[in-house]
Each structure stands twice: as C-alpha cells, then as structure tokens.
C-alpha cells in the first residue's frame, strides 16, 4: 500500500518546478505524516531531493550558465516553514524590499514578520527570521497586502518617491490592488493613503 503513496508523492514533486520547496505537510492529502517522511527520506536519498532543513526539502534547480545546483529560495523556504507550522508570515525590513524589487541590495538575514513564535533557521550562508506580531498586524491580510504594507513602513513617509509608488504599483494585479484596499484599511493613515494613491490609479506624486 505504502508502495502506492509513495507513487503519488513522487509524481507530484516531479510534476513541481525545478527549485519548488516541500514539507511533510503538502502531501497530507495523500499519506499520514510517518510514509510521508520515509518517502521524502528515500528520494533525499536517490537525489531527486535535497535536504535544506530537518523536514523542508528542495528539488533541485540546475543552471545551465553556471554549470551548478543553484541555492535554495529563502522565500520559498520561509513559506514552507509558513506551511508546516500553520503561520501567516509576511517579509519585512529590507527583504520586503528586496522581494518588491524597491531594493537590489542582497540581505545579509531573510526576515518576516510571523503570528507564530521568534525562531531562526540557518544553512549555508543563508539565515531565517521570524519575528512575533499579534494577530491583527498580519492575520486576514493576504500575503501581497502585508508585504505592501511592511515595505511602507520600511522606507517611512518621507521616504516613499513617487517612482518607489510606481514600481510597487506595476507589481500589484488587479486582483492585489483589489485585495490591498479592503484588507489594509486597519494600516496606519499615511500608509493606507499611499496604497490608495497606488491601487486605486490616482496621479502618483
């Protein structure tokens, strides 16, 4: 039977983008959590995963230009992570930024803001950091809306050109606009006033 699963499991990782981060929790829908950790350990093993941390795994992603294994997304780990713990999580400080494409500057620490508690991951030259908020800074915002939100308040008032509201404004769908303006109306004044000067298409200045 357990040959079954494992099946399922293996096709659906190799059906997955080269680079995808999984946890135990996504294949829930197929197996109890004991098959899903053998059969994660087994394809570790035979190379078609790679281990990051204990129980995130990764399948790899090859560069053709470099000739390599490229490393890990720290933003698809964090949201594995996300995922196997039940946190709503958003990046803040310079990775909301980064992430935004407001910023090209390489952060030395991944960080977001987190309802669950203060942890770090590290690996490689990689860190993690999940920082506790109460709920009502994060839960109910969709990933998007929380990420606008932190880069915000990031940069601060004086801060936010109107070529930074342009970009963010390119970023967005229709969909994210839609979603940033009902869900972010709890935002500091300043703040929800800029996402309305983005979402809503107002002249930006």
């Not at 109890?32 to 795994?57: A, C, F, H, P, W």
């Not at 039940?86 to 910023?103: E, Q, R, Y």
Request: glycine share 4%.
């Amino acid at each position: 039977m357990d040959h079954g699963y494992t099946k399922q499991i293996r096709e659906r990782i190799l059906s997955a983008e080269d680079g995808s981060v999984f946890t135990a929790s996504d294949f829930a829908d197929i197996a109890d959590t004991t098959t899903v950790r053998q059969s994660l350990k087994r394809m570790t093993e035979s190379g078609t995963l790679r281990r990051i941390l204990n129980g995130i795994y990764e399948k790899p992603k090859y560069s053709a230009l470099l000739e390599e294994y490229v490393a890990a997304d720290p933003d698809a780990v964090a949201k594995a992570l996300a995922r196997s713990y039940h946190w709503t999580i958003a990046p803040c400080g310079n990775t909301a930024l980064n992430l935004l494409g407001v910023s090209t500057q390489v952060t030395a620490v991944w960080s977001y803001i987190s309802d669950g508690p203060y942890r770090t991951y590290e690996w490689n030259s990689t860190k993690l950091e999940f920082k506790h908020r109460t709920n009502k800074e994060i839960t109910g915002l969709s990933y998007m809306t929380s990420l606008i939100i932190q880069a915000l308040k990031t940069l601060g008032k004086s801060n936010v050109t109107s070529e930074i509201k342009q970009i963010l404004a390119d970023r967005l769908t229709e969909k994210d606009k839609k979603a940033c303006l009902k869900e972010a109306t709890e935002a500091t004044d300043w703040v929800y006033d800029t996402i309305r000067q983005i979402c809503e298409g107002e002249k930006i200045q």
